[in-house]
Nanobody, 124 residues
Framework: QVQLVESGGGLVQAGGSLRLSCAAS????????MGWFRQAPGKEREFVAT????????YYADSVRGRFTISRDNAKNTVYLQMNSLKPEDTAVYYC?????????????????WGQGTQVTVSS
């Protein structure tokens, strides 16, 4: 049974930082591309960042490029999202996702497994 468990969300002031973690089990983690998505109230789920199986390739949404960094530790079956210079518009539930493909993916339909999400709230 595949399980993705996010942690690290919370309340932070604008300009602050948070680090999200996603622990995976039940998958061959080192073979999977991983991604982070987010969903704000009343909005569709949107792509944030993705990383390929080895960690050598990453890609970001324009809205977070230069502020967020995705990384992974295959020995720990964990993917991270370091979020710096947070803005109120970053407020959302953040979801971790795993793809059966080893290559980076940017669409929700490209991911096969999803976590339950962790709330990130940025106050102004």
């Amino acid at each position: 049974q595949v399980q993705l468990v996010e942690s690290g969300g919370g309340l932070v002031q604008a300009g602050g930082s948070l680090r999200l973690s996603c622990a995976a089990s039940g998958v061959t983690f080192s073979s999977n591309a991983m991604g982070w998505f987010r969903q704000a109230p009343g909005k569709e789920r949107e792509f944030v960042a993705t990383i390929n199986w080895s960690g050598a390739s990453t890609y970001y949404a324009d809205s977070v490029r230069g502020r967020f960094t995705i990384s992974r530790d295959n020995a720990k079956n964990t993917v991270y999202l370091q979020m710096n210079s947070l803005k109120p518009e970053d407020t959302a539930v953040y979801y971790c996702a795993a793809s059966r493909s080893p290559r980076i993916r940017t669409t929700t339909g490209s991911y096969d497994y999803w976590g339950q999400g962790t709330q990130v709230t940025v106050s102004s």
